[in-house]
């Protein structure tokens, strides 16, 4: 997985420009990667922190099931987002990466072992953000500071000793 800076914070570049005409000027133009901006910035929409939440739910969905956007295997009229959705949450075995990224294992204390059903369904959890972070409607996204709260509770169970 290769994300790239560029895809984030571009609201921040394009909208704190010190020239504030170059920053309407370059609002015009699409920025980011393919299957990592928002589809609202290649129809004339205005770069927004929403575009940037959409990106970092894209970019979690590509740690989860090993593939990117782009990915030649995602069935082809289906982006990675709908991919996705369409197993969640009752057949998410068949979208997530068997063989997750060892980052996985090494968040765990050594001495916590965590069942396979934990796991599962706090994967869930974690899948329902990164698919809350991307709808379509600018309006039903997750913010940044929801997901982040959700993604911290997460870490702090799996975090906890003894958890069986």
């Not at 939440?53 to 709908?82: A, C, Q, R």
Request: proline content about 4%.
């Amino acid at each position: 997985m290769v994300e790239k800076v560029g895809d984030f914070g571009l609201a921040m570049l394009l909208i704190a420009g010190i020239d504030a005409q170059s920053s309407i000027r370059s609002t015009n133009v699409l920025k980011g990667s393919i299957g990592y901006i928002l589809l609202a910035y290649g129809l004339g929409g205005k770069p927004s922190t929403v575009g940037d939440v959409y990106s970092f739910g894209i970019m979690l969905l590509e740690f989860f099931t090993g593939k990117n956007p782009t990915h030649d295997s995602i069935v082809e009229g289906l982006s990675l987002k709908k991919w996705v959705k369409l197993a969640f949450p009752t057949n998410m075995e068949q979208v997530v990466d068997p063989e997750p990224p060892s980052d996985i294992e090494n968040l765990c204390r050594d001495d916590q072992s965590i069942s396979s059903e934990i796991r599962r369904d706090y994967l869930k959890i974690i899948v329902d953000v990164a698919l809350s972070c991307t709808f379509d409607s600018l309006n039903e996204h997750i913010n940044l500071r929801g997901a982040y709260h959700k993604l911290k509770c997460v870490k702090e169970v799996l975090l906890k000793p003894n958890v069986t």
